[in-house]
């Protein structure tokens, strides 16, 4: 098993004995693409790790299962999940209308929005320094929904599409992209030791993340619930501090119960 592949962290023994072996068999299998940091990453032994990971790990522990995580590309997320391969999917997962009317989301954890990362060399001051030049977003992503509904309006050139975050860094570093557009939390915490990359504008978009998981899934309430315990005891707002270095604001869904969301 590649590190690439199925990546399992065992939260409580599920032993399973098999022709005289031994192998743990995990109550839910839960995407994520990852290289989303800080959400889901590998650190430097490989381990899996970020905030979404320690959040997920936590609900399974209140659940008492075991929990299995499985790298999926972004845009595999949705069909993995409608199909049941997978119980539920993380990576940063904005709650959208449309995806409401396919998917259900447990209750958001974290308030976003977009941004635009360049290099500093470039002398791009924001969005307006966009035109004709390529833009780089994560397919299926609300920045790749931004990007092509704003494409007009910006002049923007081509928008070339990735699949996930290092790959598209890569080529913005080697100039095959001029701007990157993604999510704002993500993208300031990659840059943060980076000086020859600089995040120049904020894209207001008022997203929220949460778990997705297949329509209907009654999973989906059992995780909303623990998500409000979590929240009441603080334990997500402690999340935002470790890996932000910041205090969540009370009015966000980090720290503020809420409703599970609901398709018009």
Same mark, same amino acid.
């Given at each position: 098993m590649t590190r690439t592949n199925i990546l399992?962290?065992?939260?409580?023994?599920?032993?399973?004995?098999?022709?005289?072996?031994?192998?743990?068999?995990?109550?839910?299998?839960?995407?994520?693409?990852?290289?989303?940091?800080?959400?889901?990453?590998?650190?430097?032994?490989?381990?899996?790790?970020?905030?979404?990971?320690?959040?997920?790990?936590?609900?399974?522990?209140?659940?008492?299962?075991?929990?299995?995580?499985?790298?999926?590309?972004?845009?595999?997320?949705?069909?993995?999940?409608?199909?049941?391969?997978?119980?539920?999917?993380?990576?940063?997962?904005?709650?959208t209308e449309k995806r409401l009317a396919s998917v259900t989301f447990a209750q958001p954890y974290y308030d976003s929005d977009q941004s635009l990362t360049v290099t500093a060399a470039s002398g791009i001051t924001g969005l307006k320094? &966009?035109?004709?030049? +390529?833009? %780089?977003?994560?397919? $299926?992503?609300?920045? *790749?929904?931004? #990007?092509?509904?704003?494409k007009t309006e910006y002049k923007l050139?081509?928008?070339?599409?990735?699949e996930g975050l290092q790959?598209? &860094?890569?080529?913005? +570093?080697? %100039?095959?992209?001029? $701007?990157?557009?993604? *999510?704002?939390? #993500?993208?300031?915490?990659?840059?943060?030791?980076?000086?020859?990359?600089?995040?120049?504008e904020r894209i207001p978009t008022g997203e929220k993340y949460s778990i997705m998981f297949n329509k209907g899934d009654p999973l989906a309430t059992e995780v909303n619930d623990v998500i409000t315990k979590l929240k009441g005891e603080g334990f997500i707002a402690k999340l935002h501090e470790t890996w932000f270095g910041a205090k969540a604001e009370d009015t966000t869904s980090t720290v503020a119960v809420m409703d599970m969301p609901k398709a018009k």
């Open positions: 399992k962290t065992t939260l409580l023994a599920g032993v399973l004995a098999v022709f005289g072996t031994t192998t743990f068999a995990a109550d839910l299998t839960v995407g994520a693409n990852i290289g989303n940091v800080p959400w889901e990453f590998e650190d430097a032994s490989g381990k899996v790790t970020g905030f979404e990971v320690d959040l997920v790990n936590e609900i399974a522990k209140r659940l008492g299962k075991t929990v299995e995580f499985v790298n999926t590309p972004f845009n595999g997320l949705f069909p993995a999940v409608q199909s049941g391969r997978i119980n539920m999917a993380i990576s940063s997962i904005t709650i320094d &966009m035109g004709e030049k +390529v833009v %780089g977003v994560d397919t $299926g992503s609300t920045g *790749d929904m931004w #990007a092509d509904a704003h050139g081509e928008i070339r599409r990735f790959p598209a &860094m890569l080529d913005l +570093v080697a %100039g095959r992209v001029d $701007g990157y557009i993604s *999510d704002i939390p #993500a993208l300031l915490y990659y840059v943060k030791d980076k000086p020859e990359l600089k995040v120049v």
